[in-house]
């Protein structure tokens, strides 16, 4: 933290002393007025369709009715289910492929470790979309990997596929994901003083404690802020299942685009907003809680 | 591990010598091999796309290999709209990045150089 400063405050008071007081407002106001504007009027607008009844043509009335929350419970837990598995399993991947990779740019790196870096954000040069239309080609059933294994090689069975299976939707969404996790976590290890590791081989620790004891927790803020990064936008995430899913892999985040978008069935959709939401919070407190939350935010 | 703890005693200069089982010669070179692979991962998908550029897709889609074509790369602003779109792209990013930065910036002073009362739960609310 650094040490809150108040330079024009000492000038006293008269105009320049009271402009000083009003500083700090007056900087804040723009960036406030815009969150207000584009955050918390949308939010508080979503609210009240979620307790609405009516259509799009004939508007929509308040009438406090958890009409559109028990709906959204009761017909779409299998998709809630789905965003919490699918995103649940590739935040553990990303994780699991992310921090080898953090740990050899941070530690390993030398002279590559910038061109390392450069390599893991390239994705972001290119479209999202882009990007997971390319994974379609890729294990199309005819794609340039299934047809040699099928055909050339006969390993697999012609009617083998990949594309629509909850295996292509987690491998997508891990690979989207994995520069997110992979950017906290070298933030992390970096910052780690490389003599504390020294200090604990010097009092006896073998690699792999020293690995446990030291370099994990110091390592803990960037699991928990990569995780965050990965799980939060993986659960509200429908690219992936729109392309390489199938009906039966939707995920919550399909449903909401469905009713906001296609269906125009406002209620029901900001309901699901507010209980994908609401879920994420708790989930949030829960895994700060787990993880110990004095240690990641001091 | 069993020939270092015979051949070696547990003094501090034996830890800065390499040891004799094959993980511990392995292991300078898993955690590289580990992120070429992830980075050959990250980069599939460019590659892909950067081959389907020069292919000539049969229908709309551009899915299935076809045939070596240099047409999306001879004449980029074929398609009706696209250069607008670019255009529009750029303008909006380039005028976003601006107040972006401009509210950022005021945001960032003031959390940090001042005190004032709701600091704390702003801190908290923006981040």
Redesign the interface.
Known sequence: MTVPLQPVARAGPGLRGRLGKALPYLLLAPGLLWLAVFYVLPAIQMFTYSISTGSVENGYTITMSADAYTEALNKFGKQFLNSILYGGVATVLTLLIGFPVAYTIAFRGGRYKNLILFLVIAPFFTSFLIRTISWKILLGDEGPILAPLKHTLGLLPGTFSILGTPIAQVAGITYNFLPFMILPLYVALEKIDIRLIEAADDLYANQAAAFRRVTLPLALPGVFAGSLLTFIPAMGDYINAELLGSPGTRMIGNVIQNRLLVQNDYPVGSALSFILMAGILVAVAVYARLLGTEQLTG | MTTTSTTIP?A?VA?STPRGSLGQRLSPRI??A??AL??L??????I??IV?SFNRPEGKFN???NEFSLSGWLHPFDWPGLGDAVRTSLLIAVLSTIVAT???T??G??L?????RGRGA?NGIIF
């Open positions: 547990s501090p830890r955690l590289p580990f992120t992830a980075i991962y990250l980069m599939i998908p460019i892909v796309m389907f899915y299935v290999w401009i509210m950022g005021m945001l002073l003031a940090t150089r001042y005190q004032f702003l």
